[in-house]
């Protein structure tokens, strides 16, 4: 089982006030949950796991837009920077591609892949077998054949999202797959589905920051993951 650093359902957080925290956000935010220097520093750790795993083959980081960006490219400078350092260097490219599952703060049922031939065609599998999975741009899935992919995603909470995009995926005969997620919430909605590598274990509520969204909002709260309270979220700087 992945290994992971546990948030406590009874964590407070941290102190806003503590925090170089946006203006225009400061309201709407109960507490900083997870800082940036502690996702660096997981990060960093789960770069050397994942190339110790999946290092001896080219390796094809799929970033699922937009909640993974900054987590994506973290996560891909500490690669690099393994590569640079090491002997042992690994091939690396980057593909990203959009999935709509989520409205307001309500997890849903729907995901759907939009844009391309074969990614259309995707879609209409798609919606047939689990409602509705967005999946937007990306180069065409097919191009995965054959090659070890990594796919990059911000947090997993019922785990359908991922559950569909993998059997998406299944279907263009990659050679190995393989999930990093940075959060995975401790819910009692989650199917039971596990990424490969885990950064963080949060309780659940809520949270913004670090590229993750409330309907786009708190994108630009660069630095942590936090809890809002007005949306009832927790902020991640
Ligand atoms: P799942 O299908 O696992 O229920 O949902 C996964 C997607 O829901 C994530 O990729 C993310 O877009 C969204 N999501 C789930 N929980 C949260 C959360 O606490 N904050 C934000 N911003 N998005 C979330």
Do not use: W
Request: hydrophobic letters at 40%; glycine letters at 6%.
């Amino acid at each position: 089982m992945a290994a992971y650093l546990e948030i406590a359902d009874d964590s407070k957080g941290h102190e806003l006030s503590l925090f170089c925290v946006p203006k225009h956000y400061e309201e709407d935010l109960d507490s900083v949950i997870i800082p940036n220097g502690l996702i660096k520093d997981r990060t960093e750790r789960l770069a050397r796991d994942i190339v110790r795993d999946m290092g001896g083959h080219h390796i094809v980081a799929l970033c699922v837009l937009k909640g993974g960006y900054k987590f994506f490219a973290d996560l891909m400078d500490y690669i690099k920077t393994l590569n640079q350092n090491s002997d042992k260097s690994v091939p690396l490219t980057v593909d990203f591609i959009r999935l709509k599952s989520y409205s307001n703060d309500q997890s849903t049922n729907c995901v759907k892949v939009i844009g391309g031939d074969e990614l259309s065609a995707l879609a209409g599998k798609n919606d047939q077998s689990t409602n509705c999975v967005k999946v937007i741009g990306g180069d065409e899935l097919s191009a995965l054949a054959g090659k070890n992919v990594l796919i990059v995603e911000d947090i997993v909470e019922t785990g359908k999202t991922m559950e569909t995009l993998l059997k998406l995926l299944n279907e263009c005969h990659p050679k190995m797959v393989k999930v990093v997620s940075l959060l995975v919430k401790r819910t009692p909605r989650s199917s039971g589905y596990r990424p490969d590598y885990i950064g963080f274990e949060v309780p659940d509520k809520f949270l913004v920051g670090y590229a993750l969204d409330y309907n786009e909002y708190f994108r630009d709260l660069s630095v942590s993951v936090s809890s809002c309270s007005v949306l009832f979220c927790s902020y991640l700087i």
